[in-house]
């Protein structure tokens, strides 16, 4: 099952042009120093290991099925990781806005005016995912290290996958249980935005079902302590998508392929790998805790793709 889409409208963001700074006012830097405490407060330290990465239903079953009929999941391969941190939420748009003031940049827009109204649609809520493309994602970590000197950046796949499988247990998804947890009454989810609860919102505010992201802590996290890593939103890694890559994987601390692999012929440009989910199918594998999916590095619409940070420390931040 793939997330790949194209959307051909000209973007307008200037948000990859993070690397200027602005000279902040007294109160700036203040609100500048109580989000850097916020963001830190935030982070759950993720103690390094040795785990199995990818589609690891044969081995947990003893030789039975895989989980998924998907080939980039396979082969299962030995990964060793040292220790980090990743924050416990994705990035809300409140927090991509703060840093594209404290930045300097525009705000967030697209020439068209249909397109910032799905915009506005998808942030709705309070404390609901920012919408960002890999660049943007990329530039948002980059900020946090420079302004904190710690080494943030984006997650890496391998990153990603030990984390939301709670340190590289047999954990199909990322939630409070393991499992997709619904109301058997009236559908709603326990532990995951389902189609009835889209629905309810769409009803109240007509919205489109579709679009619409919820607070990134609406429901309960993972047993690491993690939000929304099955759901809410695709996140944005750091690794080029290639679908072979698992083949040829080293085992210490992946990193992804050296060089972009796959190009879509109608952009021009080079896949980036999505972990996680958007609008997940409990039958399908989008939101499984190994699920790859890939998209255009610079997608020219708000996609329902978002990102959370990690610290490469191998100490826990205070």
């Known amino acids: 099952m793939r997330i790949y889409f194209i959307v051909l409208f000209l973007f307008i963001s200037g948000c990859d042009n993070a690397t200027e700074t602005k000279k902040l006012t007294a109160d700036e830097q203040a609100e500048l120093k109580q989000f850097i405490n916020k963001i830190k407060s935030e982070l759950v330290y993720v103690k390094g290991g040795t785990f199995w990465m990818g589609d690891f239903c044969k081995k947990m079953r003893n030789g039975g099925p895989y989980c998924s009929l998907e080939k980039d999941t396979k082969p299962l391969h030995e990964v060793e990781l040292t220790s980090y941190s990743i924050s416990k939420f994705k990035v809300t748009h409140e927090d991509y806005n703060f840093y594209l003031k404290m930045a300097g940049l525009p705000d967030k827009a697209y020439e068209k005016e249909y397109i910032n109204k799905i915009l506005i649609d998808m942030t709705y809520f309070k404390n609901s995912p920012a919408m960002m493309t890999w660049t943007e994602a990329n530039s948002y970590c980059e900020w946090l290290k420079r302004e904190t000197s710690l080494p943030f950046m984006l997650p890496t796949e391998a990153q990603w996958e030990y984390a939301a499988r709670s340190r590289g247990q047999y954990i199909l998804v990322a939630t ?53 890593m099955a759901e809410n939103g695709y996140e944005w890694v750091l690794d080029w998508y290639d679908p072979d890559y698992y083949s040829r994987s080293p085992i210490i601390n992946p990193q992804g392929p050296e060089k972009p692999v796959i190009k879509d012929d109608d952009s021009g440009q080079y896949l980036k790998v999505l ?44």
């Not at 997709?180 to 935005?193: L, P, V």
């Not at 009835?196 to 047993?223: A, C, M, W």
């Not at 939101?287 to 990690?310: E, Q």
């Open 176 to 228: 409070d249980s393991g499992i997709w947890r619904s109301n058997e009454k009236d559908g709603r989810g326990e532990n995951y935005a389902t189609d009835e609860d889209r629905q309810i919102i769409e009803d109240e505010t007509g919205i489109n079902g579709s679009l619409i992201h919820f607070p990134v802590d609406k429901y309960p996290p993972s047993s690491m302590g993690l939000y929304g």
């Open 275 to 318: 972990r996680g989910g958007n609008n997940p199918d409990p039958s399908g594998d989008v939101g499984l805790t190994f699920f790859r999916g890939y998209r255009i590095k610079d997608n020219p619409y708000p996609a329902s793709t978002t990102v959370r940070c990690v610290v490469n420390s191998p100490d826990p931040i205070k």
